[in-house]
């Protein structure tokens, strides 16, 4: 019969893949926060100088939300072709961790 390992033995691998788990969907909140709020606040002006106001903060708007379905497409993209899978797994071949 195998030895039962203690409850606490695969705590550090629990914390990692927790972390990990979390640490990508962070990130990409934050990125689409910082670009929503520029695009509220800064780009009408940088980008449509020319064009009301309203007008700037509208197109601003829509080219922060092109975003969210060119996200979906390149996963469709990338995903089908599988450039992502072998992209990570030489990304993590090289890593210093491993």
Known sequence: MPARESPGANTRAL???AFSATAGPFLEFYDFFIYGFAAASAFPAI???KLPSAQ???LSYLAFGAGFPARLVGAFIFGHIAWGESFLSWRSSQS???
Do not use: G
Request: glycine share 0%; net charge positive; proline share 17%.
């Open 47 to 49: 980008f449509f100088p």
């Open 15 to 17: 914390t990692i893949v």
């Open 56 to 58: 700037a903060r509208v």
């Open 96 to 98: 210093p961790h491993a």
